[in-house]
């Protein structure tokens, strides 16, 4: 904070400088512009603060879901688990800064800078949600989540504004399409368990998956083109995804009852390579 | 809370998102008609008989902005009020329009710069995001910038009409607008795309302050050496 605003008073007095070059320094427009100046460099630079936050949550986010896909093939799942909500804690805190960036704000005026961070952060912890659950997310559980108690001290907005009486409560909304968009996302990162679960020989969570990948479907169809522009788009890969994890439990019931449960893993394997080399193209 | 009755209550959600977008595209069309009168009825000063009787189309451009004003009172009970930049871009358009003839109007009756609070107040609106729905800067630096090229053309059709002194005060106007706008720092946004545009209106100014002075038509030649 102070840094920045030492920066803004260097840049005025080279505009100054320059000023005094052309004398038109005592103008109204000038000054005028001079406000306006100020105004926009504010805005700006709460963007790009933002943007930067959102980076860091969406790298985050994606490590943790990468985490979370090997719950698959170790022994020990609930270690997994535990890390990636530890994980996840981080990425909340970041959160945590957003809504800090934001106090004040029209949440809508800065939405495009931290919706990707967002959206990640929604598929990883509904991802991490059915894990455990089996079970889809919802958005009050998600908002729930991300309320903060800022204790003073520590913080220097909270300072500036005055003695803030004890801890203050600060709130993230995720909003309903941002939600959308990453339950979107999640449908993708299910295909992938699916596929690896079949490869370890896992019978049941094939199955499980496509049934929610189904109810999943279904309720974005219900949705339709009500929703964002950006829905109908992922409604497409959403299908995609949903059709390969149908086909592999097409495969599992046919094969599953003439193949010894030993042998499938070997059937999928190939199987497994074959989808994922399809992914890779599309 | 299972996966249908979720995507029922985003539904629920969304749908109450598009009646709000609904009524608001159809107050801002009124709006756009309205600005629109406004337009044609300042436009009628570039014919040459328009120049003498500026005053009273501006005060005819005034009553109209009251009709905008009640239209404006109307678009701010169709949303709540903190949710200004969810629809922003539905409005944006109308407002930059707007904040461009009140812009002209004040020009025209004063040859000042409006100034944000100016407008804010023409339009019936206000200035700080805080306070209601307000003026976003950049709606109003766009609408500055619309004026400029207008002003372009208003110098160009002065001299056809026979007032050659109308392009200096023109002149001096835009090399201050331009040397205001030379202190923003701005991004690589719409409003830099159309800021980009104003060296040409000032370029052609100037060229028409060069005719006129070559010619030793512009009687206050000590304006035109400014920049």
Sequence with gaps: MKKREGEGSSRKNGDAAREQNTGSCSSPVVAAFKVFQQELDTKHDKYERLVKISRDITIESKRTIFLLHRVTNVPNTEEVLKEAELKLEGVRQKIGQVAEELRGEDIHQFHRAFTPGIQEYV???????????????????????????????????ASAEGPAPGAQVLTFHVTPSDYLLGVADLTGELMRMCISSVGNGDIDTPFQLSQFLRQIHDGFSYIGNTGPYEVSKKLHTLRQSLGKVEDACYALHVRGSEIPKHMLADVFCSRTALLDSDEGVA | MSVTEMFSHIQGFLSADQDIREEIRKVVQGLEQTAREILTLLQSVHQPSGFKEIPSKCAKARDLFCTVKTQIGDLKTKFPVEQYYRFHEHWRFVLQRLTFLAAFVVYLESENLVTREEVAQILGIEVVREKGFHLDIED????????????????????????YNRPLRISNFINELDSGFRLLNLKNDPLRKRYDGLKYDVKKIEEVVYDLSIRGLAKESESSGDK
Excluded at chain 2, 140 to 159: D, F, K, P, Q, T
């Design chain 2, 140 to 163: 109003y630096l766009a609408g500055v910038l619309i004026m400029a090229s207008e002003l372009s053309r208003l110098a160009v059709n002065s001299v056809t009409a026979g007032d």
């Design chain 1, 123 to 157: 598929e990883a912890v509904s991802f991490l949600h059915y894990i455990r659950h089996r079970s889809l997310i919802s958005l009050e559980e998600i908002n729930a989540r991300l309320v903060y108690m800022r204790a003073e001290g520590g913080d220097p907005k």
